[in-house]
């Protein structure tokens, strides 16, 4: 999906900050997580990280002075403040001392517009706390917050996962976003199937859709590719640490994003084949077309060739003062035309 420019989305980020409290429509930016947290067994995620506790900061919509403020207090390396402050960047996974920075783009269809959505999700991990900055101002899932409870699809329903630390609510998130691959995939291929029906039956608008499909599939395959290399990258470094729960996690969100891999790819592939079969097709009804056309161009073309020649104005010409030479002439105008009629629509021109 095309992108916001830097210096457009810094305005835009500081007229919400402004807007914000005074409109209705906007929510407020999460930047502590709410008292529902707290209900986490061992997991002291309001306090500075003591006892084996970690903060969770989410921001939903942030803007450039809530970023500034983050960088600030972590004390953020100035390359990774930069790339927070400026979206628009592929998945990927670095290190700064202590903080592991990971992009993941989430992504969600719409079926009204058969388009995919994506938006991008900034991950700060350290051993004390985790920071989760949506930069396209939306969840995971097209909402405007996260749900950060403990019940049934909330955040935190898993309080025996979230105990490991602060890299287990990062990989809730990412094991989110990779879910959320599901169901794009799902609209996609539905979108496909249609596709394919429309080719055979020549509607005139499927190309330019086969078009606009293979564009969304490209864009949710410039998500999940860079994301299975940056989850492969955690997943080497946990298996590092042979007492690291986690790593079996991070394994399990690596294979599935492998899979969705696969998926797009053999997807992308299958709409280049219809492109290729739709081509065909059209090249095919061309033919046909052309077909009809040299034929009946070349059954009007003997009636005027013999009217042309005895439309010519010479004084002798054979059969031009004769009685029957006028009916002579429309009789073989038809019989040409009869004949080349019957020869066409023996090989099926016609």
């Not at 729960?245 to 797009?264: P, Q």
């Amino acid at each position: 999906m095309a992108q916001t420019s830097h210096g457009r989305r810094r305005a835009l980020r500081a007229a919400i900050g402004r807007r914000r409290g005074a409109a209705g429509d906007i929510p407020p930016v999460v930047t502590e997580a709410p008292a529902a947290i707290r209900v986490v067994d061992g997991v002291r995620v309001d306090g500075d990280g003591a006892d084996g506790g970690y903060r969770v900061i989410v921001q939903a919509q942030p803007t450039a002075e809530s970023i500034t403020a983050l960088a600030d207090d972590w004390g953020l390396h100035p390359l990774l403040a930069e790339d927070l402050h400026h979206a628009g960047q592929r998945p990927k996974l670095e290190r700064f001392g202590d903080v592991t920075f990971i992009v993941a783009r989430a992504a969600w269809y719409v079926d009204a517009s058969e388009r995919v959505e994506l938006a991008e999700v900034h991950l700060l991990v350290r051993p004390d706390a985790v920071a989760v900055l949506c930069q396209d101002w939306r969840w995971i899932d097209g909402s405007a917050a996260p749900d950060l409870t403990d019940g049934p699809g909330g955040l935190l329903e898993d309080p025996e996962l979230l105990h490991r630390g602060s890299a287990a609510f990062a990989y809730r998130v990412l094991d989110r976003i990779v879910d959320g691959y599901g169901p794009v995939l799902d609209g996609l291929a539905l979108d496909q199937e249609q596709i394919e029906r429309q080719v055979f039956t020549g509607e005139a608008t499927v190309t330019e859709r086969i078009y606009r499909l293979s564009q969304e599939v490209v864009d949710l395959k410039h998500a999940c590719a860079p994301l299975a290399a940056a989850v492969g990258a955690l997943v080497r470094r946990h298996a590092e640490d042979e007492d690291d729960a986690l790593a079996a996690y991070v394994a399990d969100v690596a294979d599935h994003l492998t899979r969705v891999d696969a998926e797009v790819t053999e997807l992308r592939a299958s709409l280049a084949q219809i492109l290729d079969v739709n081509a065909t097709l059209v090249a095919q009804r061309q033919n046909e077309d052309m077909k009809k056309i040299s034929g009946w161009a070349a059954i009007l073309f003997a009636p005027t060739l013999v009217a042309a020649i005895y439309g010519m104005n010479f004084d002798r010409m054979p059969e031009l003062h004769w009685a029957f030479g006028y009916p002579l002439a429309l009789a073989t105008m038809v019989a040409f035309g009869v004949a080349l009629y019957t020869v066409f629509k023996r090989r099926g021109w016609f």
